[in-house]
């Protein structure tokens, strides 16, 4: 039999028959195309290898105005209260958050962790394990997307396409249902939508997105979803950071996302009329505004995150209602239940990242009481390290990953193929290093925000000799954001998988034409985003300081005076080609940004907003996304890369060293 893609169900329009006349939210009529304040309420088949006996989406625009009327065909069943008032189930959701494709991680000393596989066995014993009144479901909070080498499979054109590996792995998992994150965008709209079209077989929610030319609302992607399973009706509203998704990019310049707040607001009532349990997957981050948490060493934008929602839509609702969250990689509940995470009667909860843990939340409800006869537990359990060096006498053995702790049937029949897909491409031996001093992982995260850092200007150095074989030709200068710089690299023999640890995310090669001025004046910014002295001890280096602090290629020399305070802080002695920039104010320049910071760099603020990461000061930003740009649409990565093939052994003779381009006052020289 031919495989009917989830696209297809999404896009029909198969309708529903009404539910009780007793609701007043409910319309049936012949046309059920949903107008303004409307829902439409469609079936669509659940994820074979998921939990739910049957599943519907609601479709239709959450944004213009609240929902007021879920509309549905006459012709077919739809979910119904069927227990009794009082009877009890049981509801474990299993969840994860950012795993950012790290579902097997590998290392060729240490062995490969099966992440995903780790769960995956954890879930089915659940099932398995699961009395007549209790569900176990499975759930994703988004970013499934960027950050390991399995999204070189994706590709960036549709003929480079191999697979999605996170929904592909997700949906042989059993997973539900899953939000868009943020990193679902970084390789163009038309590449998502060719992910689930081809390898989501759950449907994956967004209530605030929208606008997108390729990834299709009500097509693609819908604002919610109810779940039917043991007689429960269990709700589910996606909603995806207004903050850090990539937005304006010259391949999809309509794609746009609203406030989840609005969002949130809008269809909470009524998402609620046909559940017996809400969940909201919110891939906006624990807090609000500046908050620190998770991957964020300093405070880090998260503008209308989990408690905003929270507090918005706790009052509105009078049922069970969870918050499984994402983006802000943060570890709550692991001692179970902290009160700061109980919001207007709401349970946030999130699962750190990269599949260090399984989060579960378990609720008891009891149908027809609402909040006053439910009770809920968390719990996160740990996804073991693999380490075949370490032997079965040593005290850390047992907290180590070992055959029997995974899925050996998913990792052999889901992972492995896809493993055996990137083999050839990821061991490729692309360059050799031939001294390490100043470029591995432990010099590179400690300069970073601090200053010169020797592998930032080796990617500039190299990228501008590069750009001499670029269609609009060789560019003056480059720049790269110390976020987007994850790892060194080691002495020896250098493969695409090392290469690739290094820049993970998903940058393209964007040019800017601007003039002196224009460069002194980022400079300056750039001064007021350095992580000062005063503020190193206690920050964690290997985390993320999100003030969008940047590196440059030789071309530009300059010093930081630090100053008193961020406030104080800016470049002076500033030369570019060597030549002072007051003398140069008005000359044209190119330069090269990854397209993280031409887009304005979301929470990083390189678009006009006060700069965030824990600058005090209300210190507004430079806004470059009004430059004139060249989209070349070239892979950043893949440039460097092709740049290494064809170089010497890495070293300080080919660019990797510390040559005092930028000089902070006060730092040893």
Known sequence: MAKISRRHFMASTVGMAAVAASSPIFVTRADATPGAGELQMVATPPNPNG???????LKGDALSQPITTIVTEEGAAVPQRQLEEGIRRVVRIMHFNDMHNHMTDMHKKKGDTHRMAQMVKKVNEAKAAAADNEIVLFVSAGDDHTGSVFDELLGWSPDEFVADAGYRAASAAGVDLAVLGNHEFDRGGEMLKLGID?????????????????????EDYVAAAVGEIKGLRIGFIGLTTAVDTRVGIETDPSLGVSSPV??????????????DVVVVLSHCGYGRDMHVSGKAATARKIGEGDFAIAEAIGPMGTKPCVLIGGHSHTTLNREGIDADNMVNGLLLTQASANGKFLGEIAMSVAAGQGRDAWFS?????AVKKRDDRVSASDEKYHALEHDGDYDAAFEAEVMAPMIAALDEKMSEVI???????????ERTRADRYVGEAAL??????????????????????????????????????????EWFDVMPYADLVDVATLTGAQIRDILNSNA??????????GTDLGGFVSRGFLHFSSGIRYRIVPGASATEAKAVDITLHGTPVEEVLKREYTMV????????????????NVIGGGVAGDIKSVDVRGLPWNHTGLVYRNEIIAAIREMDPISKDTGALLDGRVIVDGQPT
Request: hydrophobic share 45%.
């Open 51 to 57: 939990a739910f006996e049957r599943l519907f989406l």
């Open 431 to 441: 360059g050799s290093v031939a001294d390490a001093t100043l470029i591995n992982s």
């Open 198 to 218: 081809r390898d989501a077989e759950f449907p994956v929610l967004s209530a605030n997105i929208h606008g997108s030319a390729y990834v299709r609302r009500d």
């Open 456 to 497: 930032a200007n080796f990617m500039n150095d190299t990228l501008v000799h590069r750009s001499a074989t670029f269609p609009s030709g060789k560019v003056d200068f480059s720049l790269f954001n110390a976020t987007g710089l994850s790892n060194g690299i080691d002495k020896g023999p250098l493969t695409f998988r």
């Open 593 to 608: 940004f990854p397209t993280y910071i031409s887009l304005g760099a979301f929470g990083e603020t390189w678009n006009g």
């Open 377 to 381: 537990n968390v719990s996160l359990h």
């Open 262 to 275: 609005l969002a949130a607001t809008n269809v909470y009532q009524a998402v609620e009329a046909v559940s």
């Open 528 to 537: 007021k985003r350095l992580l000062r002295a005063e503020e190193v001890e």
